[in-house]
């Protein structure tokens, strides 16, 4: 009888899959579909994607094998039974697991470069690779107003976690060595698979230690960190999308400073004379210059952050 009793369950959850295809034929529609679902189900969106149709195009191009700004190119193309069964596949991983849908494909996008993610680092959400890119200047005619990009020869990247930063550094500063640290050997793992991915192991050396520990005297022209900031609030407050992230590369500390502490407590023993730090806390602006008011911090604001990234010159700390 028990046995008996689950059958209809199941054959009604493929009945609806079944009816859900059928009624479903191009790239849009499957966006429409996901995004419906995630809505529902009161999916949080904060790693990569910022809200639920993002989310579900995200989802839809990496289970066809496309890049993200080819969605538009085949929006109303119309998908093969077999893709269709894959994308519903994911939607309902999504919905059920609540793991962020980087985790799902093993891949999210920082400044339109593809990256290696599983649940050994956290899911790349950082503001600084566009901080990079807009206050660094470069080839591409951006203007520098922090510091020259070709002049900078040295980058330390601390919690590198999966080292998208420092390969975006790699790429924003073609004259650079980069060191990378994180304290996580699993991290380092996917680290070491993205500087391969990417061609940059002749420039970019990795390093497991706790911050400053394994680098002895050297010193840099940039130091760039993205550190765990969030606090003991924030972490009690997770949504279960963030509770599958590593909490290592989250948990800040009581006010979500533990880390940025000492960073800046040491970073004048690592920087160059005319270098500086650009460093990422998050909702910690306030309690930061409570804390440091003679410090003359420059916060920096992105497309989608204001005052959540600050510079600081050498000069200036030390």
Known sequence: ???????????????????????????????????????????????????????????VCEALHLHPDQFETFANAR??????????TLIARRVTTRKPAAYLVNKIYQRGQPFYVDERVIVPRSFIGELMHSHFGGDDGESATLMDGEAVDSVLDLCTGSA???ILAGKQFPNAH??????????????????????????????RGDLFAPLGDKRYDLIISNPPYVDAEGMA??????????????????????I???ILSSAKHHLAQEGGLLC???????????????????????????????????????
Not at 189 to 194: D, L, P
Not at 242 to 258: F, N, T
Request: hydrophobic share 45%.
């Open 1 to 59: 009888m028990a046995r008996g009793a689950k059958r209809p369950k199941r054959a009604a959850a493929s009945n609806v899959v079944k009816a859900a295809h059928g009624e479903l034929s191009t790239l849009l529609d499957f966006v429409r579909y996901a995004t419906s679902r995630f809505v529902e189900a009161k999916l949080a969106f904060a790693h990569g994607t910022t809200d639920p149709v993002a989310e579900a195009a995200f989802l």
């Open 79 to 88: 998908l093969t039974r077999a893709e269709g069964d894959k994308i519903l």
């Open 164 to 166: 998208c930063l420092a």
């Open 178 to 207: 980069i060191d990378a640290v994180d304290i996580s050997r699993d991290a380092l793992q996917v680290a070491a698979r993205n500087v391969g991915d990417h061609g940059l192991e002749g420039r970019i050396s990795l390093h």
């Open 237 to 258: 407050g997770l949504p279960p999308e963030c509770r599958a992230e590593p909490s290592l590369a989250l948990d800040g500390g009581a006010d979500g400073l533990a």
């Open 260 to 262: 940025v502490r000492r």
């Open 280 to 318: 990422e806390v998050g909702r910690g602006r306030e309690r930061l210059e409570q804390e440091f008011p003679r410090l003359p911090l420059l916060w920096l604001d992105t497309e989608d952050s204001q005052g959540e990234v600050f510079w600081l010159a050498a000069c200036d700390l030390i």
